[in-house]
């Protein structure tokens, strides 16, 4: 029974044996390697190829027809089943499937042409360093090619002999000898010699140990040259031998230098660091964190729970910057956590928004993590500067008391808002730009950054937070920092609450909302009932009626009709000049009143405090304000002061529209008495101090009960609610008596607290500050780990080429 070839991706019998299929890769490839101004191409024309291919079947064992069938069959065979040989553009091109397999395929094919191979690198170094590399680990003596290449670059020699199976042992001692004093020479060539070195030292024979040993020694000797003792240490790192990591573990304490190369090997030096970690090295902890694997991580999360301190704040602060990578998370996502782990302090809050399983070991660890950082001493600190997660940062630092010391500085300090604005409007205008930024730009960009680091140490250095938390805000970018002040200060003071409920979608605008028009009806009710009594109140006085009084009433309700629009949505700047035309309508009137005391305190009245209503309106106050200072008309009655009312109005305008201090400062000379002039002179030293205080306030944070307090509390003049509620009282007395007065004012109360509680609740939610900030946290940086294929195809044949004379192909 005849031996069949099988092919293993798909277990069928093959035509083609894998030595007539390695002939034509062997041709093909030293076709193409050869190509006058193509080295080091891979594509290679379809035709040349079925040319190539019908040239060298006659030739292949045993010998193949030279027809355009069988050409077409063993392209295919090779195509679809080895991988090796890729077709490209619908069959218009091959390529192999990377350069390190057409050298390799080089080399064997001039296995036995040390000459020819010679010739061709010196004709094109660069092109043939790679097929000399891997000719040189073929199952041959290298001797030749070895002492031809010491003549003519030693330094290359001296690395092919790591990967030289077989050399003669004097010419390799020789080699040896030569490079072992020039270990530590500076400059280029002084990193080739010790990559050289490296290279060596991985060989399995008797000269690979041989050079071993001689860097180990080297390292170990403290009374080594300083270069030198560096150049062996990197040479050991470079080899990436397990036992080049034990040995640079050992000197480590007592050899800084050495730390970082461990650093460099990976998961190699996972066992050593670890060893260190526990001893309570910290150099270990920044090693770990260079060397970034999730073998590593795994080991720093062992470390969390320890007892020994400070080894676990060291742990965190490493792991939370490592925990920025995907593959970070997913390692932990699987740690197998003890009970006693699950049940030690941690902040559960924290990695809600981004696990859907609280309980999960991403979560607990996360948290754990983040209760270490809050609560870190300062003498555990290190001096890294590594970005932390900002999954950690944003919701630590925005939830500490540090946080709410800030938001009070803010609101006591007017100089931080304006500095905040400022610098605000010139990150925005830079941003506008965009794109490639040309020099100018960049220096604006540059003095920006530098003004939001200064504006930020301004404010820490005034809080004077814990170091801890200084230390995590300041990892992040100078333009990070400033955002993460910037939403604090102008956005609502954040809760756990709210960086659990970041990602809920609730949208919601209170002055849009029906909860705000149910509000607004309960206060037209009550405006209503107060005018009924006003009017009530005028046509029951007979001095009242006389002239033009009924007139100027109708023109009170009709502006207070037209400030509807004022209710429903706050007026912009070019709809002011209606309602300041109605203040000077009422302004003419009033000056003519000086000179009719009977319809002066009629029109002072009713036309000032209905204007003091408009303009508030207008003018940006909550409208719960503004039907708030409606009983300045019934007090102006009462008091039957125009001067009065006109100074309450002006005071009210002073305090709501800068435009108007003007006209308030003007109507001085119309005043008569104290009362008059105290409301002036308050009215100019409130606009002094905040103008626009309560306003910017209730535009940007949203309803405020402290809104409806602040102007309650103004002075005498505005401070009488408890009229606003005294003539409704007195009309529902008249119309239900006290029985239907003490039902009326409990349902009144309760309807519009009830919507003043659920409107604040949703717009708390729907203004959730951390909303402001998802933009930087899903700028997460994005950390991949992709090795060299060329390396790793070398190495993988070099290793295969020491244990056997030959490769097979399916």
């Not at 195509?79 to 397999?101: K, P």
């Not at 071993?212 to 403290?222: C, G, I, N, P, Q």
């Not at 939403?487 to 003071?493: G, P, S």
């Not at 009462?638 to 309450?648: A, K, S, Y």
Request: glycine fraction near 6%.
């Amino acid at each position: 029974m005849s031996k069949v070839q099988w092919d293993k991706p798909k277990l069928q019998p093959t035509k083609y044996s894998p030595i007539q299929k390695q002939a034509v890769l062997q041709h093909l490839a030293l076709y193409n390697q050869t190509r006058a101004g193509k080295q080091g191409q891979l594509i290679m024309d379809a035709r040349a190829v079925r040319q190539e291919v019908r040239q060298v079947l006659p030739k292949v064992e045993p010998p193949l027809e030279g027809d355009d069938e069988t050409t077409t069959q063993v392209l295919a065979e090779i195509v679809e089943r080895s991988g090796l040989l890729l077709i490209l553009e619908g069959g218009l091109s091959y390529q192999f499937a990377h350069l390190t397999l057409q050298e390799f395929f080089t080399a064997q094919k001039l296995q036995d042409d040390t000459i020819g191979l010679m010739e061709r690198f010196r004709a094109d170094p660069d092109a043939w360093r790679g097929t000399l590399k891997l000719w040189c680990g073929l199952p041959h003596d290298s001797t030749a090619l070895i002492r031809a290449l010491y003549a003519e670059h030693p330094i290359l020699a001296f690395e092919f002999l790591g990967d030289a199976q077989q050399v003669d042992e004097e010419l390799a001692q020789e080699i040896i000898s030569a490079f072992q004093a020039r270990l530590g020479e500076d400059g280029a060539t002084g990193e080739a010699v010790t990559r050289a070195f490296a290279t060596v030292a991985t060989n399995p024979q008797v000269r690979g140990q041989q050079v071993f040993e001689f860097l180990a020694a080297t390292v170990k000797d403290a009374a080594a040259a300083p270069a030198r003792r560096q150049a062996a240490a990197q040479a050991l790192a470079w080899s990436n031998l397990l036992q080049a990591a034990e040995v640079l573990t050992e000197c480590a304490l007592d050899y800084p230098n050495a730390r970082p190369l461990l650093a460099q090997m990976g998961d190699l030096a996972t066992p050593a660091l670890t060893k260190w970690a526990e001893q309570g090295h910290e150099w270990a902890f920044d090693a770990f964190q260079m060397v970034g694997t999730p073998d590593a991580a795994r080991a720093m999360t062992d470390l969390l729970w320890t007892e020994d301190e400070p080894q676990p704040y060291w742990a965190a602060w490493r792991l939370a910057v490592l925990l920025a990578r995907t593959d970070i998370e997913d390692v932990l996502r699987t740690y197998p956590l003890a009970k006693s782990q699950q049940s030690t302090e941690y902040l559960k809050w924290v990695w809600e928004p981004f696990e859907p399983y609280p309980d999960s070991p991403l979560s607990i660890i996360a948290g754990r993590i983040a209760h270490l950082l809050r609560t870190t001493p300062s003498t555990a600190l290190s001096s890294g500067s590594s970005e932390i997660d900002k999954r950690l940062v944003i919701p630590i630092f925005m939830t500490s008391s540090a946080a709410e010391t800030i938001k009070h500085e803010s609101e006591k300090d007017e100089t931080l808002i304006e500095d905040l604005q400022d610098l605000s409007r010139q990150w925005q205008d830079q941003q506008i730009l965009g794109g490639e930024h040309p020099p100018s730009t960049a220096r604006l960009v540059d003095m920006i950054t530098d003004q939001q680091e200064h504006f930020v140490a301004r404010v820490f250095d005034r809080i004077n937070p814990d170091a801890s938390l200084r230390r995590m805000v300041e990892s992040l970018k100078p333009a990070e920092q400033f955002e993460l002040l910037r939403c604090l200060i102008e956005e609502r003071t954040p809760t756990i609450d709210d960086w659990r409920n970041k990602d809920k979608r609730v949208e919601y605008e209170f002055d849009k909302s029906w909860h705000e028009r149910g509000i607004t009806v309960c206060l037209l009710l009550l405006t209503a009932l107060s005018l009924w009594e006003v009017a009530t109140i005028i046509l029951n006085t007979p001095q009242f009626t006389i002239q033009r009084s009924g007139l100027h009433i109708l023109l009170g309700l009709a502006l207070l009709v037209q400030g509807w629009g004022g209710i429903r949505e706050r007026l912009s700047v070019n709809t002011m000049p209606i309602f300041e035309f109605a203040f000077l309508f009422g302004f003419s009137i009033y000056v003519g009143v000086v000179l009719n005391p009977i319809v002066g305190p009629l029109i002072g009245a009713v036309t000032g405090g209905v204007l003091c209503l408009l303009l508030g309106i207008a003018s940006g106050i909550d409208h719960t304000v503004a039907f708030a200072v409606a009983p300045a008309v019934i007090i102006s009655i009462m008091l039957n002061d125009p001067q009065i009312v006109t100074g309450f109005a002006s005071f009210l305008i002073a305090n709501t529209n800068p435009q108007a201090i003007p006209l308030a400062i003007g109507l001085t000379d119309f005043l008569l008495d104290i009362p008059g002039s105290m409301v002036i002179v308050a009215a100019i030293v409130m606009i002094s101090q905040k103008i626009t205080t309560s306003l910017t306030s209730s535009q940007k944070r949203g309803i405020r009960s402290g809104n409806l307090v602040e102007y309650s509390l103004l002075g005498p003049y505005s401070s009488a609610i408890y009229i606003f509620f005294a003539l409704p009282t007195r009309v529902l007395e008249r119309w239900w008596g006290w029985a239907g007065v003490a039902f009326f004012w409990p349902i009144w109360a309760l309807c519009a607290g009830v919507l003043w509680w659920i409107g604040s609740r949703q717009e708390h939610l729907a203004r959730n500050p951390f909303k402001r900030l998802t933009e930087m946290l899903n700028a997460k940086a994005s950390h991949s780990q992709k090795g060299k294929l060329s390396s790793q195809l070398k190495s993988h044949l070099l290793r295969s080429l020491r244990k056997r004379r030959g490769i097979l192909l399916p």
